[in-house]
Antibody, heavy 118, light 112 residues
Framework: EVQLLESGGGLVQPGGSLRLSCAASGFTFSSIAMTWVRQAPGRGLEWVST????????HYADSVKGRFTISRDNSKNTLYLQMNSLGAEDTALYYC???????????WGQGILVTVSS | DIVMTQTPLSSPVTLGQPASISCRSSQSLVHSDGNTYLSWLQQRPGQPPRLLIY???NRFSGVPDRFSGSGAGTDFTLKISRVEAEDVGVYYCIQATQFPRTFGQGTRVEIK
């Protein structure tokens, strides 16, 4: 059974940092590109970042470029999102998902809440 | 970036009646490999997104056959043949043909 479990969220002050993790199981993690998607309260889904299976290739939304870093540890079956210089606009529920064809986004985690507030 | 535009943004439906959601992309979603990576997601209240349809018209595992997808190029449609109470939620189209991945704004399906 495929499982994705996010952790590391919480309350952080503006300008602060946080690292999210997504623990994966039930599939060959090292062969699958992974993505972070976020959802601000009451808003729609927003793609944040994607990393290739090897970790060599990464992509970022303009809204987080230069502040967020996606990475992975294939030996630990874990995906990460390092978030720096956080602002109120980053307050959201963050989801991880598989991002590989032909069936993109077939499994999602339950999400982890990040709140940026003083 | 590819802009995804959904209509309507809200769809009140009577139980047992059909519902239809349109999704238009600002450019063709045909990938260089010949596939069109347009998917539909359902998000029930308080739940994470759930994949319903991939590559325009393929139902994901466990998805009821009252859900169907169609379209080509830049115009796509999700149809629910007979809406049930459990179908209440927000529906999103998403393209995975190129980066950045982009979502439609979401369409809220509610029961009249």
């Amino acid at each position: 059974e495929v499982q994705l479990l996010e952790s590391g969220g919480g309350l952080v002050q503006p300008g602060g940092s946080l690292r999210l993790s997504c623990a994966a199981s039930g599939f060959t993690f090292s062969s699958i590109a992974m993505t972070w998607v976020r959802q601000a309260p009451g808003r729609g889904l927003e793609w944040v970042s994607t990393i290739s299976d090897s970790g060599i290739n990464t992509h970022y939304a303009d809204s987080v470029k230069g502040r967020f870093t996606i990475s992975r540890d294939n030996s630990k079956n874990t995906l990460y999102l390092q978030m720096n210089s956080l602002g109120a606009e980053d307050t959201a529920l963050y989801y991880c998902s598989k991002d590989v064809g032909p069936i993109f986004f077939d499994y999602w985690g339950q999400g982890i809440l990040v709140t940026v507030s003083s | 970036d590819i802009v995804m535009t959904q209509t309507p943004l809200s769809s009140p439906v009577t139980l047992g009646q059909p519902a239809s959601i349109s999704c238009r992309s600002s450019q063709s979603l045909v990938h260089s490999d010949g596939n069109t990576y347009l998917s539909w997601l359902q998000q029930r209240p308080g739940q994470p997104p759930r994949l319903l349809i991939y590559k325009i018209s393929n139902r994901f595992s466990g998805v009821p056959d009252r859900f169907s997808g169609s379209g080509a190029g830049t115009d796509f449609t999700l149809k629910i043949s007979r809406v049930e109470a459990e179908d209440v939620g927000v529906y999103y189209c998403i393209q995975a043909t190129q980066f950045p991945r982009t979502f439609g704004q979401g369409t809220r399906v509610e029961i009249k």
